[in-house]
């Protein structure tokens, strides 16, 4: 069974840093495309960064670049979202996403966390 279970998230003053991190399992999580999606009360859920299987391509999304950092440790399944010089607009609920082809079950899979909840705040 997929299971990607965030942390790391909280309240940080404006201009603090945080850092997520996303446990994976149930999956080839070195064969998977792994990112980050954010959602704030009443907006649209966004990708805020992604990472393919072997890291040879990230791309973030422009509020971000500059600021927050993904990684992967596929040893360890794990992704990781450094963020850093936060603001208040940063303050959303950030959400794991996992995809890629699942050999079990012959079809392309989408997965996703629960979320963990960061709030930037004075």
């Known amino acids: 069974q997929v299971q990607l279970v965030e942390s790391g998230g909280g309240l940080v003053q404006p201009g603090g840093s945080l850092r997520l991190s996303c446990a994976a399992s149930?999956?080839?999580?070195?064969?998977?495309?792994m990112s980050w999606y954010r959602q704030a009360p009443g907006k649209e859920r966004e990708l805020v960064a992604l990472?393919?299987?072997?890291?040879?391509?990230?791309n973030y999304a422009d509020s971000v670049k500059g600021r927050f950092t993904i990684s992967r440790d596929n040893a360890k399944n794990t992704v990781y979202l450094q963020m850093n010089s936060l603001k208040p607009e940063d303050t959303a609920v950030y959400y794991c996403?996992?995809?890629?082809?699942?050999?079990?079950?012959?079809?392309?899979?989408?997965?996703w966390g629960q979320g963990t909840q960061v709030t930037v705040s004075s």
């Open positions: 149930g999956f080839t999580f070195s064969m998977y495309t």
């Open positions: 990472i393919t299987s072997a890291g040879g391509s990230i």
């Open positions: 996403n996992a995809r890629g082809f699942s050999i079990a079950l012959m079809k392309r899979d989408d997965n």
